[in-house]
T-cell receptor
């Protein structure tokens, strides 16, 4: 079955530290890959996406993610965390242009002052 | 920038009552979706809609659920007889062709 695994339901980093949120997908066919962010009591906002081409994609708010086919991974990183980055982050996949999005279980990012 | 809108933002209803959640997708989009997120859990796909018919639905989307595009702008999700476990945040999404799905802000449904 197609699935998305996010390692760590909760990640806490210090302000200014590196942010690394892990995501792995299960598929023999590379999917479209997404990271969404959800701030408290708000909807889902697209951070970045990978469809084809360059495997390192840059998104909003200084986030980036690298698609590694050999590792079936799409980890999200940010060099320096900011207090405003505290939110829930969802990795997601889609296997065709019209199909549903399959979400991971989410990782809650906390930022320590 | 165009965006998906949803009304109401919050809905409280009694168990067994019917609710209709409304969405206005982005105007030139052709594919429409409903997802839900039970509190503290991940976002789950409910149904996709294209060319005036359901193209895919999950096992969650049983006979109590229905979707409709009554006019050229609205996309609705109806729950005929709500259950306690229907309490969740419901997200509408839309897209055009191969583009990314854009999500609305959600409707928080509470069934008492």
């Amino acid at each position: 079955a197609q699935s998305v695994t996010q390692l760590g339901s909760h990640v806490s980093v210090s302000e200014g530290a590196l942010v690394l949120l892990r995501c792995n997908y299960s598929s023999s066919v590379p999917p479209y890959l997404f990271w969404y962010v959800q701030y408290p009591n708000q909807g889902l906002q697209l951070l970045l996406k990978y469809t084809t081409g360059a495997t390192l994609v840059k998104g909003i708010n200084g986030f980036e993610a690298e698609f590694k086919k050999s590792e079936t991974s799409f980890h999200l990183t940010k060099p320096s965390a900011h207090m405003s980055d505290a939110a829930e982050y969802f990795c997601a996949v889609r296997y065709s242009s019209a199909s549903k999005i399959i979400f991971g279980s989410g990782t809650r990012l906390s930022i320590r002052p | 920038e165009p965006e998906v809108t949803q009304t109401p933002s919050h809905q409280v209803t009694q168990m067994g009552q019917e609710v209709i959640l409304r969405c206005v997708p982005i105007s030139n989009h052709l594919y429409f979706y409903w997802y839900r997120q039970i509190l503290g859990q991940k976002v789950e796909f409910l149904v996709s809609f294209y060319n005036n018919e359901i193209s895919e639905k999950s096992e969650i989307f049983d006979d109590q659920f229905s979707v409709e595009r009554p006019d050229g702008s609205n996309f609705t999700l109806k729950i005929r007889s709500t259950k306690l476990e229907d309490s969740a945040m419901y997200f509408c999404a839309s897209k055009s062709g191969k583009e990314t799905q854009y999500f609305g802000p959600g409707t928080r449904l509470l069934v008492l």
